[in-house]
């Protein structure tokens, strides 16, 4: 883009082009290899404050680009497009790049230090993950990775809901089956949990403390056993998403904003600021002022601040107090109508509300083939998370989690994920990765040294096709943090993976024949960075790189 840049300000001193604003010249790659690898559409651009036709401005714009080494040509195409071919000899260059950037190939810094922080899964500590919160798990802990790698300062954070009204329900739940294991006549409440898995933790609360809470008043015992239940869930969470390869920096208590009187504070700032509004005895955030639809309540009529009121304190406290340049939050279907009002009051406390990036990641259907999977083989009700980590694995999981876009719906086919051949994506990317394993593998145990192979003896198109896959790495990382969208990050797997195979089909890597030892060598070579550039992009969607399948 410097180069167009270049050019333009070039044709403009030489009265080529007229002294009009040059716009940021937009450049992507062709559908059709045949036009080059980069096309840029700034002709187009220009052409009306130029008042000139598009091809001509192109043609100009051409003449007036500088020679650089790595361009082979440069041509300008209808209705005004200038296209770009890199030169082979360069390409071939890139090799040795690759390998000697290892591990940060494919690292950009448009992120230029900023912290960001994403927040993801946060689901409410009143019950096992569900298959859902992993989908939401690796959409935010796979855009964390691409926006390390893309120059930010990132951080993890699962905010635990352990404060309000659902999570009295979760006691009074836990209190009456941990009753019942007990042998005491006990009710659920008609708005508690009734989930088998309740029953279960009622039998492990009975296991760690036995019939301490039978000696308790209710009004106690209810509170106090609920803690230790909600600290287990919470500890069972974390290690299904450890399991899945997701970790946090901060694990964020909702309560802690109460015992720190933030969430007044908070709702002190928004009265002064004029919007906060009293009527039927609650106290309500006036959105309508920032044109929202209606307005929203902070505090219930019965005095109890409902969870908005948290969430808005929550928020000042990750820009206001912790100073997060940029705030992404990833949140569940249910959540869509939560979203214009968050920003809302984001705004309302004088916080630019494009700060805020909301992502909803909508529902996945489990299936088994063509049927349907509804409920969980061992205790008849909801899917846990932890039960379909352990029948497919974490990788598979994290592969097909990534494979739609997060506003798409979901289907998961559990058998797929199983399969070991090439129409499970995921076996079909780790195994180009073994497949490469092994044959540097054989090149030890042949004691075939390559450090001194030369790249310049790349010139098939099937060797050059795979080096242009793999730059492509770089600008896919620029893409995802531009787009927060990792989903394209499975396909760019398969693509790169699907080349090699390509290339292994038509270009023997290791040959018995002394002749070819310097191509075998600077074969060797290659496939040592297509190994770096396929591992790099499976890291970046937190999975493993096996070496051997």
């Known amino acids: 883009m410097n180069l167009l840049t270049q050019a333009a300000a070039e044709a403009q001193s030489r009265g080529l082009l007229p002294p009009v604003a040059i716009p940021e010249p937009g450049l992507e790659r062709p559908q059709n290899p045949e036009h080059g690898d980069y096309a840029s559409n700034l002709a187009l651009k220009l052409a009306r404050s130029a008042r000139m036709n598009p091809l001509v401005i192109a043609n100009v714009l051409v003449d007036c680009l500088p020679p650089v080494d790595f361009v082979a040509r440069v041509n300008a195409a209808p209705p005004g497009f200038i296209n770009f071919t890199l030169n082979d000899g360069w390409l071939a260059t890139q090799v040795d790049q690759i390998i000697q950037t290892a591990d940060s190939f494919g690292s950009v810094d448009v992120g230029r230090g900023s912290t960001v922080q994403v927040e993801f899964v946060s689901a409410n500590p009143v019950g096992p993950l569900h298959i859902g919160s992993g989908r939401g798990g690796v959409i935010g802990d796979t855009l964390a990775s691409v926006l390390a790698k893309a120059g930010y300062r990132v951080e993890r954070e699962y905010y635990v809901n352990d404060a309000g009204s659902r999570m009295d329900a979760f006691y009074q739940t836990l209190y009456a089956r ?3 294991v007990l042998g005491k006549e006990a009710t659920v409440p008609e708005d508690g949990y009734h989930g088998q898995y309740m ?17 308790m008043p209710r009004e106690r015992a209810a509170p106090e056993l609920g803690q230790l239940g909600m600290l287990r869930i919470v500890e069972e969470a974390r290690a299904d998403l450890a399991a899945m390869g997701i970790n946090y920096d901060t694990w964020f208590s909702e309560q802690s904003l109460y015992d720190r009187s933030l969430v007044s504070k908070v709702l002190e700032i928004l009265r002064e600021r004029g919007y ?3 009527r039927e005895g609650a106290t309500w955030f006036a959105s309508t002022v920032l044109g929202e639809d209606k307005d929203n309540v902070l505090v219930r009529s019965n005095g109890v601040p ?3 009121a948290s969430d808005i304190a929550y928020h000042y406290n990750k820009f206001v107090e912790r100073g997060f340049a940029k705030v992404i939050d990833v949140w569940g279907a249910d959540h869509q109508g939560h979203v214009p009002r968050m920003k809302a009051a ?3 406390l004088g916080i630019a509300p494009e700060r805020l990036t909301v992502i909803i990641y909508q529902l996945v259907t489990l299936r088994r083939g063509q049927e349907i999977v509804r409920m969980s083989k061992r205790t008849g009700d909801i899917i846990t998370l932890r039960e379909v980590l352990e029948e497919v694995g974490a990788d598979a999981c994290r592969f097909f989690f990534l494979s739609r876009s997060a506003d798409s719906q979901m289907d998961f086919d559990l058998e797929l994920a199983k399969e070991q051949s090439e129409k499970n994506p995921v076996y079909y990317v780790q195994y180009a990765h073994a497949r490469i394993a092994s044959i540097l593998r054989l090149a030890e145990e042949r004691g075939i040294n390559f450090f001194d192979g030369d790249v310049s003896l790349l010139t098939s198109e099937p060797e050059l096709t795979l080096i242009r896959k793999m730059l492509q790495l770089p600008e896919l990382v620029d893409q995802v943090a531009g787009s927060l969208a990792p989903h394209p990050l499975p396909y760019y797997a398969q693509d790169l993976a699907g080349v090699f195979h390509t290339f292994y089909k ?14 075998t060598k600077a074969r ?7 190994k770096i550039v396929l591992a790099n992009t499976l890291h970046l969607m937190g999975m493993t790189a096996p070496e051997r399948m």
């Not at 029953?199 to 000696?215: C, F, I, N, P």
Request: hydrophobic share 50%.
């Open 346 to 348: 984001v705004g309302a």
């Open 506 to 519: 038509q270009c023997r890597v290791v040959s018995h024949d002394p002749a070819e030892e310097a191509i």
């Open 306 to 308: 409902g969870y908005f």
């Open 199 to 215: 029953v279960e933790l009622a039998k492990q609360m009975v296991a760690a403390v036995g019939d301490r809470y039978l000696q």
């Open 178 to 180: 941990y009753l019942q």
């Open 276 to 278: 906060v509004d009293v």
């Open 524 to 530: 060797l070579k290659l496939v040592q960075a297509v």
